[in-house]
């Protein structure tokens, strides 16, 4: 199987990582780190003003650019090697994908074009407290019928949760687990934000209490949407962490011949080489897994 890019999906590439280059240096990633919200506003607006990357895979009916998956992959490959502080795996993939695959025109009218404009950051809640990822685990509950709906319950560990201003919501009805469109802003909304392991990622924890939601999708029919939304996001996860991987291995190349030892670079001795190509054969092996899924 041939996983060249082609020239556009390579100049893709060199944008994305020239803008990034420019706006993501670690200096930036640091600040980032330690606010609350997790992210650059005014970086945020120029992804989408002048690469429109937010839209990038969302349809062109939809105020998107309307490219594929691979495009997407190419683009967190970069993100994951610049360590971008953003709401872009949140908003872009989880949620816009969720909103692709529920099958429902109005919601893809209403809500796609915000996202791919970068003007609305959205989320997916899915896990709860007891922290599993299938389909029992979800225990949320969501009550009413046609326009009106109101969910119960807690969700644990939300991307971006604590800043995003559109919620999609797992939650369970009389028809099994279900998808529902929440405002941030809605009433009987608790959002709290959470101390992580990796603080370039924010999480939340989200409680509903009594909280209107407008159902996406079919009652009943959330779970076939979920479980193709979170192989994606596999994917697109693993491609984030190929590009972090690939800058790894260029930065212990480049220390290998810059650092000096008895009078030569270290990167002369068999020992160092031979690390470097084991780096070389796991960054390779990740990459072509990442491509072919």
């Given at each position: 199987m041939n996983f060249a890019f082609n020239e556009e999906q390579e100049e893709l590439r060199k944008t994305v990582r020239q803008f990034l280059e420019a706006k993501s240096p670690e200096s930036a990633v640091r600040e980032q780190m330690d606010?609350?919200?997790?992210?650059?506003?005014?970086?945020?607006?120029?992804?989408?003003?002048?690469?429109?990357?937010?839209?990038?895979?969302i349809p062109e009916?939809?105020?998107?650019s309307g490219y594929g998956f691979i495009e997407l992959v190419v683009v967190l490959e970069e993100m994951?090697?610049?360590?971008?502080?953003?709401?872009?795996?949140?908003s872009a993939v989880l949620a816009a994908?969720?909103?692709?695959?529920?099958?429902?025109?109005?919601?893809?009218?209403?809500?796609?074009?915000?996202?791919?404009?970068?003007?609305?950051?959205?989320t997916?809640?899915?896990?709860?407290?007891?922290?599993?990822?299938?389909?029992e685990g979800i225990t949320a509950t969501a009550s009413g019928s046609g326009d009106s709906w109101t969910i119960d319950?807690?969700?644990?560990?939300v991307l971006d949760g604590h800043t995003a201003s559109l919620l999609l919501v797992a939650a369970r009805t009389g028809a099994g687990v279900s998808l529902f469109a929440v405002d941030a802003g809605a009433s009987g909304i608790t959002r709290t934000a959470l101390a992580t392991m990796d603080q370039t990622r924010k999480q939340a924890k989200v409680e509903f209490s009594g909280t209107p939601a407008r159902l996406i999708g079919t009652d009943g029919?959330?779970?076939?949407?979920?479980?193709?939304?979170?192989?994606?996001a596999a994917v697109a996860l693993a491609a984030e962490q190929v590009g972090c991987a690939q800058l790894c291995l260029e930065m212990a190349v480049q220390y290998a011949k810059d650092r000096v030892q008895f009078g030569r670079p270290?990167?002369?001795?068999?020992?160092?080489?031979?690390?470097?190509?084991?780096?070389?054969l796991e960054v390779e092996s990740a990459k072509s897994a990442a491509y072919y899924a």
């Open positions: 606010t609350e919200a997790g992210y650059d506003a005014a970086v945020w607006s120029q992804m989408g003003e002048q690469l429109g990357l937010q839209g990038l895979v009916e939809f105020g998107g994951g090697r610049a360590l971008l502080c953003a709401p872009f795996f949140s994908q969720t909103l692709i695959h529920s099958g429902d025109d109005a919601a893809k009218g209403e809500y796609l074009p915000g996202i791919a404009s970068g003007e609305t950051i959205a997916l809640a899915f896990t709860e407290e007891n922290g599993r990822w299938d389909e319950g807690t969700k644990m560990y029919g959330g779970w076939t949407v979920l479980s193709r939304v979170l192989d994606l270290i990167g002369s001795f068999q020992a160092i080489k031979h690390k470097c190509a084991d780096m070389l």
